[in-house]
């Protein structure tokens, strides 16, 4: 579902496209730190996403685009995407609200407890499931797990698994989420990074151990982040 931001009359527009009957997607709504007027769709109002079969929102707050960094956000009508959480509940949209959440800690957190306290919040604010950035040790997203539900975060976790087929996609990786990188992977990276079709391979099959060791844990779903690229989620 593609998502177009319009600069002028500042709002989105989701554009969804082709055949969908019995799928069951997921509209992600997010506004990289604009302060929004409203959201927009190909299919009409947000009244009528839900018509038209769709019954999942991601509620994401977005990368902050870099001129808007240092930007006093007094004045936005979302400055998290707990806002965002918030009025698509009171609007009694009636759709199954997902957020998402960082299983190492949020860049901008002091640390992980408050971190966990935030996430709390968003979730008691309507969040029904909750997806993870991604992360390419599983302990580490263990080690999260059994924090957040000794907090009392109870619903589902769906982890975000990101198959890294080219050398760049680590560095950008480190820097959009902060993850910790295990030597295993950096050994990987080391050996086949400058052989790309090497490197996908090595990638993919990566991220499927991963997937494996997570649904032998108890791990029912899980999110693959394909960057656009459907044939690495195959």
């Not at 800690?105 to 992980?112: D, F, G, T, V, Y």
Request: aromatic share 12%; hydrophobic share 35%; proline share 5%.
């Amino acid at each position: 579902c593609p998502i177009n931001y319009n600069k002028e009359e500042n709002y989105y527009t989701f554009s969804s496209t082709g055949d969908f009957d019995g799928a069951d997607l997921v509209i992600p709504a997010y506004y990289n730190g604009i302060p929004i007027k409203r959201f927009t769709t190909g299919l009409g109002e947000l009244e009528n996403i839900k018509s038209a079969g769709i019954k999942n929102v991601m509620a994401l707050r977005g990368d902050i685009p870099k001129d808007l960094e240092n930007a006093d956000r007094s004045n936005w009508h979302y400055k998290y995407a707990i806002d965002l959480v918030r009025e698509l509940k009171q609007d009694d949209y009636g759709f199954c609200i997902g957020g998402a959440y960082y299983p190492e800690i949020h860049p901008e957190s002091a640390n992980q407890k408050d971190d966990i306290k935030y996430l709390k919040e968003k979730v008691d604010a309507g969040c029904d499931f909750l997806t993870t950035q991604m992360f390419f040790d599983n302990n580490v997203l263990y080690n999260y797990l059994y924090k957040i539900r000794e907090a009392g975060i109870t619903v589902p976790v769906m982890p975000g698994i990101m198959p890294i087929t080219n050398a760049k996609q680590v560095e950008r990786a480190i820097k959009l989420s902060g993850s910790f990188i295990p030597q295993r992977f950096k050994a990987l990276v080391d050996k086949f990074g400058e052989n790309p079709s090497a490197m996908k391979q090595a990638g993919i099959i990566y991220a499927t151990d991963q997937i494996i060791d997570l649904f032998a844990n108890g791990i029912k779903n899980v999110h693959v982040y394909s960057m656009n690229k459907p044939d690495v989620a195959k």
